[in-house]
């Protein structure tokens, strides 16, 4: 494995992570637990459920047994803990949100066992991610069935017993979030409950003191915003540190990984500051920051370290230090290796989860402190302007194959355009980057559709209304009322619609997913149902929702 200042202290393989749960899983999110006596657990997502494992002594972990799904497989699951609970949450229709003793799990004799959860929740069906204020005991589940797909408040003050307290669903979909009693230098909110929302195409501010009542505090929007992520507030809470999942799938071969820096120090008004790069043309995927480090999760590159030395400057101020390599895939902006990390052990180790491979234990390496580090030769660079993304200008190109990619626009490629976005831009190579009004092209228009939501109402009750990035999207319903089954059709246009699915319309689903479903249509709902190996059923959400 490549690396630089970290050592391996253990490997445990995804065909023995699975060995309580289902053959042929693959991992995604991780978490972490110390009990009081100072055992460490790592706790790790799988497709077919939850692996429990013990690294008190990192270099001899013990596989402590599995929890299996609630009821479905998924590529998607969280686990977040609090008062020696995990709280586990999934993609998976139905699933709600599992509840475990971990000190049971501690316990467990004749490891490894299959582990049974000690509480559901019901309140919603899936999930898409989940946070804990642990200094609340509230937890936010986020991207469901309900409450708009934003943020499901859940009072967890006694674990086995979660008890449904709130929604806040102004601001549309919620892909992740971090939500904390705020003790930063805007007075106004100290000591309230805040949440920090990346909400697909912006970072916004929510004021859930009030369970009731949750507050909109902001909403920032930045130039060239590709998909709002995932992030982590410094410890002195004055600055949120974000990812953009998919700048760097759409920015071409030479763009490589961008962190983005908000100003938080007034609640109302954030701002960006500018971005850092990494060394690597990989994603960025979850981040967290402990002390003056940033840990942050990099699929095809593994870990990366970055040390803050002056963090309202990311143009020097912000340094890789290090970084340990999880997957034998070559280093490209694609959406497998590492999936997350946990850095919060007491003992200085961290985890990694990677996506085929499994849990990586890890640690710096003898001699090597982190906080007073030099950085490496290679380090990263920064971005001058924070709306500037040079590899992102598109170039005149257009390959007509009915997908929007970067360097088309609605005046060169109008076909891929309009096939792709319904008359209106996806991303801004629809309009070469630009909202100016000379687009040139019938088949594109240059207008966003909408702001939210609201704004896409149908009036039929067994859509969704969503606005995505200025397209107002009508999908069916993951859930819908019995009468609204999707028709059985296929017109064989080439694109996957509703009531086409793998089985009645596999060119549909395979001419635009490249073998993978787009959205729900593609297994009519019931991804049990699936028999065309043309399609792969695993994935239940939209792409934009994928990770």
């Known amino acids: 494995k490549s690396c630089l200042n970290i050592d391996e202290y253990s490997f445990i393989p995804v065909s023995d992570l699975d060995d309580e749960l289902a053959p042929g899983s693959v991992a995604n999110d991780c978490w972490g637990w110390t009990s009081s006596s100072g055992r460490e657990i790592a706790i790790v997502g799988m497709t077919s459920g939850t692996a429990f494992v013990e690294i008190t002594n990192p270099l001899n972990p013990v596989r402590l047994g599995g929890l299996l799904t609630h009821t479905s497989t998924s590529s998607w699951r969280d686990i977040k803990v609090y008062n020696d609970h995990a709280f586990i949450v999934s993609e998976a229709a139905g699933h709600g949100m599992q509840v475990i003793d971990l000190n049971k799990v501690l316990d467990v004799s004749s490891p490894p066992q299959t582990l049974t959860a000690d509480a559901h929740y019901t309140g919603f069906s899936n999930a898409h991610n989940i946070a804990i204020n642990e200094e609340t005991g509230y937890a936010y589940a986020v991207g469901t069935n309900t409450c708009g797909g934003g943020l499901h408040m859940i009072n967890v003050g006694i674990p086995q017993n979660p008890v449904s307290d709130g929604c806040f669903s102004s601001d549309g979909y919620t892909h992740d979030v971090q939500c904390v009693t705020y003790q930063g230098p805007d007075t106004t909110y100290v000591g309230r409950e805040i949440c920090f929302a990346c909400n697909e195409d912006t970072v916004t501010v929510v004021d859930v003191t009030d369970k009731t009542s949750p507050t909109q505090i902001s909403r920032t929007q930045y130039s060239g915003s590709q998909y709002t992520h995932q992030g982590w507030l410094t410890e002195d809470h004055r600055h949120f540190v974000f990812g953009d999942e998919l700048d760097e799938y759409r920015g071409g071969s030479s763009f490589k990984t961008?962190?983005?820096?908000?100003?938080?120090?007034?609640?109302?008004?954030?701002?960006?500051?500018?971005?850092?790069?990494?060394?690597?043309?990989?994603?960025?995927?979850?981040?967290?920051?402990?002390?003056?480090?940033?840990?942050?999760?990099?699929?095809?590159?593994?870990?990366?370290?970055?040390?803050?030395?002056?963090?309202?400057?990311?143009?020097?101020?912000?340094?890789?230090?290090?970084?340990?390599?999880?997957?034998?895939?070559?280093?490209?902006?694609?959406?497998?290796?590492?999936?997350?990390?946990?850095?919060?052990?007491?003992?200085?180790?961290?985890?990694?989860?990677?996506?085929?491979?499994?849990?990586?234990?890890?640690?710096?390496?003898?001699?090597?402190?982190?906080?007073?580090?030099?950085?490496?030769?290679?380090?990263?660079?920064?971005?001058?302007?924070?709306?500037?993304?040079?590899?992102?200008?598109?170039?005149?190109?257009?390959?007509?194959?009915?997908?929007?990619?970067?360097?088309?626009?609605?005046?060169?490629?109008?076909?891929?355009?309009?096939s792709q976005t319904r008359g209106n831009p996806r991303n801004q190579y629809c309009c070469d980057g630009?909202?100016?009004?000379?687009?040139?092209?019938?088949?594109?228009?240059?207008?966003?559709?909408?702001?939210?939501?609201?704004?896409?109402?149908?009036?039929?009750?067994?859509?969704?209304?969503?606005?995505?990035?200025?397209?107002?999207?009508?999908?069916?319903?993951?859930?819908?009322?019995?009468?609204?089954?999707?028709?059985?059709?296929?017109?064989?246009?080439?694109?996957?619609?509703?009531?086409?699915?793998?089985?009645?319309?596999?060119?549909?689903?395979?001419?635009?997913?490249?073998?993978?479903?787009?959205?729900?249509?593609?297994c009519d709902g019931n991804v049990a149902g699936c028999t065309n190996s043309a399609c792969n059923c695993d994935t239940s959400r939209k792409f934009l929702r994928m990770v």
């Not at 302007?385 to 200008?393: F, N, Q, R």
């Not at 009004?437 to 228009?445: L, Q, V």
């Not at 966003?448 to 969503?466: A, F, L, N």
Request: hydrophobic share 25%; proline share 9%; net charge negative.
């Open 434 to 522: 630009t909202l100016a009004n000379n687009c040139g092209h019938p088949d594109c228009s240059c207008t966003p559709q909408c702001t939210s939501g609201p704004e896409c109402d149908d009036g039929d009750e067994c859509t969704d209304d969503i606005c995505n990035g200025g397209i107002c999207e009508n999908p069916f319903k993951d859930l819908p009322p019995p009468s609204c089954s999707p028709p059985v059709v296929c017109n064989n246009n080439g694109t996957c619609e509703q009531g086409e699915d793998c089985n009645n319309c596999s060119t549909d689903c395979r001419s635009q997913t490249g073998g993978k479903k787009a959205d729900r249509y593609c």
């Open 258 to 418: 961008q962190t983005l820096v908000l100003d938080v120090s007034l609640l109302s008004n954030p701002s960006l500051l500018s971005s850092f790069q990494g060394t690597e043309t990989v994603i960025d995927h979850n981040q967290y920051i402990k002390g003056n480090l940033i840990f942050q999760a990099n699929y095809r590159a593994g870990i990366q370290v970055y040390k803050i030395n002056d963090i309202s400057d990311p143009a020097t101020g912000v340094q890789q230090v290090a970084y340990f390599d999880t997957s034998p895939q070559p280093s490209t902006a694609q959406f497998n290796g590492a999936w997350s990390n946990f850095p919060f052990y007491p003992s200085g180790k961290f985890i990694v989860s990677d996506v085929e491979e499994g849990l990586y234990v890890l640690g710096f390496s003898p001699g090597f402190d982190a906080t007073s580090a030099p950085t490496i030769s290679n380090s990263p660079t920064s971005s001058p302007e924070p709306t500037s993304m040079p590899s992102l200008i598109p170039t005149t190109v257009c390959n007509n194959d009915g997908i929007c990619d970067p360097g088309e626009n609605c005046q060169n490629c109008g076909n891929d355009c309009a």
